[in-house]
């Protein structure tokens, strides 16, 4: 019980000799004077001013409690809007970027394909272009896939080129894909021609899964690292006049007469995306 | 001297605490002055802590007065009352006990009724007793509980 609670040894009531009744009653008389007085006065204003802790401000100070409160909430609302904000923004720029990329890409492939549309109307007539969709296809060095096929027209032997020169020769056909295999191959043989001074010399040229190679080269002929060789042409597929490449080393052959020739190809497959079927 | 700084210590904690409660309740301004706490306070302090130093309840009182914006003197005279009435019962009644657990409730009860002399401002007097007794009786058995 609380009330049992007093029974301790503190709860002297009566033993309160050291206070003086007449020090009280002269405290009780100055208090009542105090509390009598006129308390408008510049003096006690000016206490309890200092002292300013009247109910007032206290529910001034919950209030602003409760507003501080408020304003945290709002903080940490905003910040989280924020992010979320930021989070959207940052999305939306990795989209634009990659639709500008995607646009870069498109002007970049129609410039390529403008320089082959020239190129067609200037010197190919009958001829198609198609893009390379796969290279080493097959997991075969030096082959590539094309996305044009037999309902283009295109049969196994039509050369491709690109802007450069000749590149390689359709060797499988079928319906929308063709296979093409680049003059780098090993088993791949054409007949060219090197121009010297003007004049051209008739050479068998020969991959090498690297560059091309003459591998008999007459010394006697004045040739020069650096000289073009062009395709003499046939009958069936190869055209006249298209660039091979150029002379990039002479080195000395089996035979004491002749240079083996190497010749950088002038094409290059993995620096297109489209290219030239000549039909 | 070390048990003494310690009461005195103890005791402005108490008065620190008895002061904000006021100033938590008053906030609400229903039944202004509550004066009961401090009446409590003064009455465990003066019987319970054996708080001799007149000059300290004096300055409580004062700056009671100053915090809750009363009339200056106005807590000082009820305790200076309650103690007179200690004073006045002390020679007129003699308690075998002398240990009386409603002795403290009495003088509470007085200086509150004082309180309604010096400050009659109160219009629901029955609710302000009420509500200021109710009060009062918590926060003394509080301080007899946990205070001492």
Known sequence: MLLSAKKRKGSSLFNRSKISINLTLVLFIFNFFIFAANQESVFFKSIKHSLNL????????????????????????????????????????????????????????????????????KYFDHSVIAKILKINYSGKNHHFLINKGRSDQIQAGHIVVDDKGILGQVIDVQTDRSTVKTIRSKDFYLTGYILIKNKPYQTLVQGNNQSLTINYFSKNIPIQIGDSIFTTGDDMFIPEDVRIGKVAKLQPSGLKDFYKVIIQPASNPNQQKYLIVLK | ???????????????????????????????????????????????????????????????????????????NLIFLEIILMDFA???????????????????????????????HSTSHLIPYLIVNLIIGYIYFFSLMKYGR
């Open chain 2, 89 to 119: 019962l002390k020679k007129l009644i003699s308690l075998k006990t002398q240990r009386s657990q409603y002795y403290p409730i009495v003088l509470i009860v007085n200086g509150l009724l004082f309180s309604l002399i010096l400050n």
């Open chain 1, 54 to 121: 009247t109910p007032y401000s206290l529910s001034f100070f919950l209030d602003n409690l409760s507003n501080g409160i408020d304003s945290v909430h709002q903080y940490f609302h905003f910040k989280k809007t924020l992010i979320e904000e930021n989070h959207n923004l940052q999305n939306q720029l990795y989209l634009l970027n990659n639709q500008i990329l995607l646009q870069e890409n498109l002007i970049l492939d129609n410039l390529e394909l403008q320089n082959k549309l020239e190129i067609k109307e």
């Open chain 2, 1 to 75: 001297m070390k048990s003494k700084k310690f009461i005195f210590n103890n005791v402005v904690g108490l008065f620190a605490l008895t002061l904000f409660i006021s100033m938590l309740i008053s906030g609400w301004l229903i039944f202004e002055p509550l004066t009961i706490l401090i009446i409590v306070f003064f009455v465990f302090a003066y019987f319970h802590k054996k708080l001799n130093s007149l000059i300290s309840i004096l300055i409580f009182g004062f700056i009671y007065d100053g915090s809750l914006g009363y009339l200056f003197g106005f807590t």
